[in-house]
């Protein structure tokens, strides 16, 4: 009997790696008219930004920060006092808090350092503080539908007056948002949120309420314009770069779920896997509308375009299989059966090689992309999470156990590594500044400089962000 179950067991997983694609199918749709944005919002965001190398030698407490509206009613934004460690922050922003507020019009912030010392070679020294809260000026509105990001500022002048008395000088501002080609974005799906950042610095600018579960991005370098999938709600939204404003939204089938993204056809289509509906979606971008989709007997996960041209790759991890469609027609092409089970793609920079990490094998698999036949492996190890492509014909293979691999697959080799702040859940190249932004399980956004490989900075998210992507990305 144990054997019988056995066999059968493979008997049906092999007639379903070997059907899916006899059954796939595809259908044209009836247009449907976006549908307006409902956001999360009326959610304050408080960053404090790095601070000046004067600071050093002080450890402050804050006792009191509290947001004040028009009519003089406090909102504590604080549970507890909060403990500042400047010389951790100096070369850092750092996100202090989020908190709901209600929807109105403010003043600004109170704040209040009740306790305030400075090292000395005798130990620390206490310093005189104030006894009130200070009014940081800087009226903004809450409100239901937007997030509110704001940035606390210590001035280098004058911290310490008499030896004894702390006179730092706070301010509260508004982001300004940098030129469009130095934007990036990173999505929460825990918050409903997405945070945008200058690639250089890097520093979070722009705080923006989306919906629930933001989770895949996809970026029209050309069109700035960024697409991201709301999978608690199965839409679809088109972000304006420049204005860092929703556009349009569409609403997908109850169920779809959809995650990750990809754009075909130099821009005019938009794929989207569709875990909950076993499917991918065609969506034409100018419309904004769902054209057709290509359906399958089981889950897709990544979905991979070839740079300019209307063809995609969809890896079907359930059926250890992986498809080519055609986003135009709404076609498979062709499909093959793995014998690992894949989990995340990349094409190489010229289009001819498909590169795979898979869950049940420590190597990566090199396939043509023409004819979908295994060509090589390489070792990486288990626990591979994702990839990345640069010009140069290198790989970077991020791992869970917080390390990036260097890939040469030229010489089917991994030739160097290197150590990162957690295990990464997503790799971007920059190819502007030749630089790779590693997102990791500890909220952090870092940058490395890919000759060196050393860390250049780090970007304290303080929100789980699941897709990472930017202007000038490769």
């Not at 209040?112 to 400075?118: H, R």
């Not at 006894?131 to 310490?160: C, G, I, M, W």
């Not at 088109?238 to 609403?251: H, N, S």
């Not at 076609?331 to 089970?341: H, K």
Request: proline share 6%.
């Amino acid at each position: 009997m144990r054997i019988s179950r056995i066999k059968l067991s493979v008997f049906w997983r092999f007639l379903a790696s070997a059907m899916f694609f006899l059954l796939a199918a595809s259908c044209t749709l009836t247009p449907v008219e976006p549908t307006p944005v409902v956001d999360p919002g009326a959610t304050l965001h408080l960053y404090l930004q790095p601070l000046p190398q004067e600071v050093r030698s002080l450890s402050l407490r804050i006792a009191t920060l509290n947001a004040v509206r028009t009519d003089g009613e406090e909102f504590p934004l604080l549970a507890n006092t909060l403990e500042l460690n400047p010389a951790q922050r100096i070369s850092r922003q750092t996100k202090l808090l989020s908190r709901q507020l209600p929807p109105g019009d403010y003043l600004g912030i109170s704040l209040l350092i009740d306790q305030a010392a400075q090292a000395s070679e005798e130990g620390p020294i206490a310093l005189l503080t104030e006894t009130e809260a200070k009014l940081l000026k800087n009226p903004f509105q809450v409100r239901a539908d937007q997030a509110t990001p704001l940035f606390l500022s210590l001035s280098s002048d004058r911290l310490v007056t008499d030896g004894y008395r702390l006179t730092a000088k706070f301010s509260l501002w508004s982001g300004q948002p940098p030129l469009t080609e130095l934007k990036g974005l990173v999505s929460h799906p825990t918050t409903g949120s997405l945070s945008f950042f200058e690639k250089k610095t890097p520093l979070i600018f722009s705080v923006l309420a989306l919906g629930q579960q933001p989770t895949g991005l996809a970026l029209d370098q050309a069109g700035r314009r960024a697409y991201v999938s709301l999978s608690g709600e199965d839409a679809i939204v088109a972000i304006d770069l420049v204005r860092q404003q929703v556009e349009r939204k569409i609403r997908l089938r109850p169920g779809d779920r959809p995650q990750r993204l990809s754009l075909s056809d130099r821009g005019q289509r938009l794929l989207v896997s569709l875990p909950g509906g076993n499917a991918v979606s065609i969506v034409d971008t100018q419309l904004f509308r769902e054209l057709q989709r290509v359906h399958f007997i089981t889950r897709p996960a990544e979905v991979i375009s070839a740079a300019n041209s209307q063809r995609a790759y969809v890896l079907l991890p359930e059926t250890n299989g992986i498809a080519l469609i055609d986003a135009e027609r709404g076609s498979i092409d062709a499909s093959v059966s793995l014998p690992e089970t894949p989990t995340f793609g990349s094409l190489s920079s010229d289009g001819k090689t498909l590169f795979l990490l898979t869950e049940t094998s420590p190597d990566l698999l090199l396939l043509d992309s023409q004819s979908l036949q295994l060509r090589g492996r390489v070792f990486v190890g288990y626990g591979a999470t994702c990839l990345a492509t640069a010009a140069n014909g290198l790989l970077y293979v991020g791992m869970q156990s917080g390390v990036v691999q260097v890939i040469d697959p030229r010489v089917e080799l991994a030739i160097d590594q290197f150590p990162v702040g957690g295990a990464v859940r997503d790799l971007i190249q920059d190819r502007q500044e030749n630089s790779l932004f590693v997102l990791t399980n500890r909220q952090q956004l870092e940058k490395y400089d890919l000759i060196s490989k050393r860390r250049q900075a780090t970007l304290e998210l303080g929100m789980d962000g699941f897709e990472a992507t930017l202007m000038g990305e490769q």
